[in-house]
């Protein structure tokens, strides 16, 4: 199971928040949506264990929608994060919230994006998001991966990977250490048909790249450096 780092600094949600819009059914899931619906280009961000409120994440969104792309946040939890205190401990939560489960529930999110038109996506996940991502890019779902402080990942799940993937992790990580992640990438250079990026930044913990204090002006600079490079990432593959 995911260490305690998941679970730790809750950020305050907010329904109504963001600069896009929510919308009850997108492919079949309630979902924060932002950007041109338009767009050749889509992305799909996949939230944390506290879900497609989090003010940060809808912020990201928006951001990522100045680049010119759709972008989805569907709500994968189904109006239920997890709450710290909440008397059920994160291995029940899990339990009822299957990060496959998820993935299933993704492709018909994707499809609809190709029905609007989208011809290019790519999909960005956060620690438990960032399984469903995975998921995803083992069956061709998406054109490119982006995992931000990633959780509940094996080596075994980074061999399928079928797209372009880059995994963005802290370097103080009690979940996906750094020499996991530095396991996934061994995993990856032997194939050059797959394109990959490893990063660990440094002197960030788990969540930084989303669960960050707007008070805090290193934590603000690496979360941007985060959203750059996942970008960058985009950018690259996503035409």
């Known amino acids: 199971m995911a260490s305690s780092q998941c679970w730790e600094n809750p950020p305050a949600l907010d329904p109504a928040g963001g600069g896009g819009e929510v919308v009850l059914d997108f492919g079949g899931q309630k979902a924060y949506v932002a950007g041109s619906a338009g767009s050749k280009a889509a ?4 939230s944390d ?3 497609f409120e ?4 809808r912020k990201i969104a928006d ?3 100045l680049f010119g792309y759709f972008v989805v946040v569907p709500d994968f939890l189904h109006g239920d994060p997890y709450q710290p205190d ?6 029940i939560w899990l339990q009822s919230h299957n990060p496959k489960e998820a993935f299933e529930e993704a492709k018909p999110v994707i499809a609809a994006l190709k029905e609007k038109g989208a011809s290019f996506i790519g999909a960005a996940g956060y620690c438990w998001g960032a399984k469903v991502v995975v998921e995803l890019a083992k069956v061709h779902e998406i054109q490119a991966a982006v995992l931000l402080h990633p959780s509940l990942l094996a080596v075994d799940d980074i061999k399928e990977v079928k797209c372009p993937i880059s995994i963005l992790g802290a370097e103080i990580d009690k979940t996906s ?3 996991l992640l530095k396991q996934f990438e061994q995993i990856l250079s032997p194939n050059p048909e797959i394109a990959h990026f490893v990063k660990i930044f440094p002197g960030v913990e788990h969540g930084w790249a989303v669960r960050y204090n707007h008070d805090d002006a290193a934590a603000v600079k690496s979360a ?3 959203l750059e490079d996942m970008m960058d ?3 690259k593959y996503l035409k």
């Open 43 to 46: 992305v799909v961000l996949i």
């Open 49 to 51: 264990a506290f879900g």
């Open 54 to 57: 989090a003010p940060n994440l």
């Open 63 to 65: 951001k990522v929608a």
């Open 86 to 91: 909440n008397p059920n401990n994160p291995g």
């Open 177 to 179: 250490p750094p020499e």
């Open 224 to 226: 941007e450096e985060a």
């Open 233 to 235: 990432w985009f950018k």
